[in-house]
């Protein structure tokens, strides 16, 4: 029996392998190697591929299936924490503390996770792409004090969310329902969060089979939305607005 190995990537071409050529163990892995520049980023985000790596391992490239993704119309908020909403100071904003949010989601612990997959040179490739307006932060406020956010990687209409964190109970489900809230707004259906897991499905997320996953996502990567900042666009949302 031969031993499938996933693919190297040319250090000089951003071209990814076909997804479907993904390893069923470990569950999506695509290739390793290349760099995390702005255009090998972009390609890969067009294809379904993301980074996903720890400290001293080689750049590893997934595409998982089946693939865990959110209705923008479909994220869930219970109705015990919508009551709490009600009388919530908290407000949500987009691209005014990219670093701080991307630091903090690096830094929060993650159950059965030694580290982050965060390093200092995803953080330098994400920010490269927030000053190019592809990755974006939704950012929950308590006053100025940060208490909640996550960030990811907007191309057309698709858009991919990397990780999010709280400071504050409940801080994460915030950034979340206010991106979802906005996108649905936007025209946007589709919220990818790549990987299945419990928290994620309480919140109302859903699987789609990796084929049903590229083929929805293929036609909103190639919408004609331009990138650029999402702080004037996003408009400041109470988070008391999200308990209706």
Known sequence: MSLRLPWRLDDDDVAFPPPERALDDPNGLLAVGGDLSPPRLIAAYRHGIFPWYSAG???????????????TDGVHLSSRFRRELRQSPWQVRADT???AVIEACARIPRAGQRGTWITPAMKRAYGAL???????????????????GLYG??????????????AESGGS????AALARRLHGWGWPLIDAQV??????SLGAETLPRREFLARIGPLVAAPDPPGSWTTRFRPLNARDLAC
């Open 97 to 99: 503390a990219f670093e």
């Open 153 to 166: 990687v907007a191309i057309g209409q698709g858009f991919f969310a990397e990780s999010m964190f709280s």
């Open 173 to 176: 489900k915030v950034a979340l």
């Open 196 to 201: 299945e897991n419990d928290h994620l499905v």
């Open 57 to 71: 391992q080689p750049i590893l490239w997934w595409s998982p299936d089946p693939r865990m993704v959110f209705r």
């Open 130 to 148: 927030h000053r190019l307006g592809h990755a974006h932060s939704i950012e929950v406020f308590d006053g100025e004090r940060l208490v909640g």
